[in-house]
T-cell receptor
Framework: QKEVEQNSGPLSVPEGAIASLNCTYS??????FFWYRQYSGKSPELIMF????GDKEDGRFTAQLNKASQYVSLLIRDSQPSDSATYLC????????????FGPGTRLSVLP | DAGVIQSPRHEVTEMGQEVTLRCKPI?????LFWYRQTMMRGLELLIY????????DSGMPEDRFSAKMPNASFSTLKIQPSEPRDSAVYFC?????????????FGEGSRLTVL
């Protein structure tokens, strides 16, 4: 059974702070890792993907992957109220990441 | 492109009735996924297709659920008979093999309420 776990949340941070979202996965064979953002009542949208160990930065977002620890995280710098959403970690189990398992999500609230 | 299109957006039905949800994937995408989202269980994969062929239906809860993809531009998810525990948001998503991100493109979802 392939499992993906996330911080239970909700996570509240003040505006301008760094938000740290964590995700662990059970299958060592996992190939690809994704962070989706889902606003209330909306569908998930991709914000970051990472395939290799280390850090990957895109604007205010940094994804970190440690395959030895089976851990992936998302850092959001200079958090804004518009970042308030549920963040879903998704793990792919084949080379193209077409077989995904989603974590339960962490709800983030950025307080003005 | 218009994105993934799902219908209906909202469906309220009574227990025992048949429900059919529809999805049009993004043109050119060769993978199509059906997910169900609830507060209790999160986002669960029900079934996915590659080039219109079902690849993995292990997430389909029981025989009351069936999915078809008769062509590259259309898929249905049918529940017959429906039960209150089927109430959820059902998302259709598509992607393509040649994409370098593996990104899933989600439709807006179909919110199903079974009374």
């Amino acid at each position: 059974q392939k499992e993906v776990e996330q911080n239970s949340g909700p996570l509240s941070v003040p505006e301008g702070a760094i938000a740290s979202l964590n995700c662990t996965y059970s299958d060592r064979g996992s190939q690809s890792f994704f962070w989706y953002r889902q606003y209330s009542g909306k569908s998930p949208e991709l914000i970051m993907f990472i395939y290799s160990n280390g850090d990957k930065e895109d604007g205010r977002f940094t994804a970190q992957l440690n395959k030895a620890s089976q851990y992936v995280s998302l850092l959001i710098r200079d958090s804004q109220p518009s970042d308030s959403a549920t963040y879903l970690c998704a793990v792919g189990f084949d080379n193209y990441g077409q077989n995904f398992v989603f974590g339960p999500g962490t709800r983030l609230s950025v307080l003005p | 492109d218009a994105g993934v299109i799902q219908s209906p957006r909202h469906e309220v039905t009574e227990m025992g009735q048949e429900v059919t949800l529809r999805c049009k994937p993004i043109s050119g995408h060769d993978y199509l996924f059906w997910y169900r989202q609830t507060m209790m269980r999160g986002l669960e994969l029900l079934i996915y297709f590659n080039n219109n062929v079902p690849i993995d239906d292990s997430g389909m809860p029981e025989d009351r659920f069936s999915a078809k993809m008769p062509n590259a531009s259309f898929s249905t998810l049918k529940i017959q008979p429906s039960e209150p525990r089927d109430s959820a948001v059902y998302f259709c998503a598509s992607s393509w093999t040649s994409g370098d991100t593996g990104e899933l493109f989600f439709g807006e979802g179909s919110r199903l309420t079974v009374l």
